[in-house]
């Protein structure tokens, strides 16, 4: 495993509804052209809270500014359908637009946003959220 990655990985693997089957193995990641990189990983889509972190992960990576977004992107990939099909093949990319935007940076950026402690599936209460004015678990 790349050392840059070593935050950003540590991070994501603490989602309750991340699905790592084979361990930190289960995650890929690499660079791309211009020193940007990317980082894909498979969510249990049964897991009450599955769509609630593709949500807030789309939320904080592709949308938590108009005015300034954040140079990276949280997309779903797929095989082709006809082949595989079925939401079990389903998988979530986080790419950089920039390589300032560092792994780092991108774990840095999602812990101050999603819900704290990230591990704490009491925390992505969207009700609780809510009612406290925001995400931050913090009391």
Known sequence: MNHEFEKLLAYLEKLPAIELPAGRKSFGQGGLDGGNWWVKFSLNTAHPLAWRHVQELGFVLNYLSVNE????????V?????????????????????????PENCATWLEGRLPRP??????????EHEADGGNSGEE
């Open 69 to 76: 977004r954040l140079p990276a992107v949280f997309m779903p």
């Open 78 to 102: 797929s095989p082709p359908p006809y082949l595989n099909g079925g939401v079990e093949f389903l998988s979530w990319v986080i790419e950089s637009r920039s390589p300032e935007f560092t």
């Open 118 to 127: 990230v591990e704490d599936p009491a925390k992505w209460n969207v009700d």
